[in-house]
């Protein structure tokens, strides 16, 4: 007996799931393309160590296998350290920045806490690899902002931090609490916070962290009247004038600052960010200047920054804007009688190649009133009624 179920955290895309898949990577790569950004394509399998270098990406978040030999292989769990690992010995011998984007699919292994998901998610995304400074930061947000703007998504909020902002507040805290408190501000756990053994001076900056998001200007007044950050004014401006930036050239009042949105890995080394709307994160990336050295052979870091769309998570919000049908054929072309097979063959071939539309052949000898009934029922538009000699043509009338 064959079982019809499919693994846990596996679902089929039908028809219509993949026509509105479609539409939404038809659009975004339109946006790519037209700022420059060129596609690759890696594997879907890599090493292990290549997924889980720097600490990115943990083991057991991905899903493994035993390759020959000694290898052991992951499906990948996200596409920026495959990029990575295949651009980093090549950068030497091209022009930089490189713009790539991705479609693809990335795997995760179920979590073990009972709790339901997906293993399998769709993305696409871009990388803009040896891009620094302030120009590489703002076409990035900005690139995401006309891809947003393009898929006509309403009511979303781009929650901007800095890593080496937030990492430079947090070396202020001694050495052995600089992990827990990382820890509890990236999980707001602000009890946690309130209850850890360090004084009552740290305990207040480690809260004042953490309180640190809301209207970006209200954020950096804030912390420009903080005693212990007068040591990062540069840092403080150098997101001062992104911001502007952003607000000068995308959408105002659509940004929040958030200096606590940090991971809990040190991946990122400069502003990271995420896209939220109808409380899906749609979106997010950040700026990764280390993560190239640990495949490069001599170590060469590049400076390098991206994002991903989270296909799942945009179809769901996009719902009510995308494709209710698959794309309609224009035509069916419909043999009357077993002689006029071949005939209807050409005929069909003759409008697929002339006109370049969608063109369905009939396969039974069914009467006319079902034939009319199934083409109202598909949308379709014109009926090819093609005897051994003739062919009569109809509009399909709706009802």
Known sequence: MVHSTLPAGSKDLLPLDVAQKRWIENCVQHVFQAWGYQRIITPTLERLETLTAGGAVQPETVIQMRGSGADVLGLRPELTASIAR???????AVNCPQRLYY??????ALPTNGY???????QSGVELLGGSGSIADGEILLLLADCLQQLKLNNWQMILGDARLTGALLNTFPSQYREIIRRCIAHLDRIQLENLPISAEMRSRAIQLLELRGKPLDVLAKMRSLDWTAELVGEIDYLKSLIELWE?????DTIVLDLSLIQTFDYYTGIVFEVV??????????????????YHPQGVNYPSIGFCLNLDDLQRVLLPTLPQRTQI???????????ATKPAFAYAAKLRLDH???????????SKAT???HARSRGIEQIAWVSDRDVEINQVESE
């Open 86 to 92: 295949a651009y980093a010995p090549r950068l030497e």
């Open 103 to 108: 479609n693809a699919n990335v795997f995760r």
């Open 116 to 122: 339901p998901a997906q293993q399998e998610y769709y």
């Open 248 to 252: 000068s050239l995308a959408l105002p």
């Open 277 to 294: 709307s109808d409380s899906r994160v749609v979106a997010q990336g950040g700026r990764y200047d280390k993560l190239l050295g640990l």
């Open 329 to 339: 054929s224009h035509w069916l072309v419909v043999p009357t009688s077993p002689p």
């Open 356 to 366: 370049e539309v969608q063109v369905e052949l009939e396969l039974e000898f069914r």
């Open 371 to 373: 034939v009319l009934a």
